[in-house]
């Protein structure tokens, strides 16, 4: 079947039929089959969502975070590291930033260095001296620095680091 659809049969060098209109719905003449790129996008961005929202339900989510997010977010990890699927959620990272915004709350889920919570984006790649600098521990969530008041960061005296407190988000 795949040498007569995309080869074309034995002789000729000519595909019989383009993909794209195979993919097409019945109701357009095509055969109405999904292209897969896409349907696997919108499958691993669910995934990546679920791992941003620290769904507690999904034993997935549990797993993944203990192997390969224990002391980071998704943003910070590196593609280096684990299973292909793995690999493939966090080269989704880019396509989605622009889709992402958090709503902080008491801020015992987002981490303060390594989450894009920020207007600067994560603060680690922006300050990779800051929690020497703020004597703030890399593995801290934002609940560290945020009081019944509002915002409660350490007093920064680093030129440099100001630019955290002076960008923070309302």
Known sequence: MRKFLWQGGHNSGAAKVAWL???KPLEEGGQGLR?????NRALMSKHFWD???CNESSIWV???????????SIWTAR????????RKILKLRSQLLGNITYHIGVGDRV???HDRW??????IHRFPNGPR??????????SLVINEYGWSWPLITDIEHMEIVDHLPS
Do not use: A, F, M
């Not at 292209?35 to 349907?39: D, I, S, V, Y």
């Not at 920020?118 to 603060?123: I, K, N, T, V």
């Open 79 to 86: 593609v280096r590291s684990g299973s292909w699927s793995w």
């Open 133 to 142: 600098v703020t004597g703030i521990p890399l593995e801290s969530k934002i």
């Open 35 to 39: 292209r897969l790129q896409p349907l």
């Open 118 to 123: 920020h207007p600067l984006g994560p603060l």
């Open 62 to 72: 549990k797993w993944i975070t203990n192997r390969y997010l224990h002391h980071c």
């Open 111 to 113: 981490w303060l260095w």
């Open 51 to 53: 791992i941003i929202q």
């Open 21 to 23: 209109d195979v993919c």
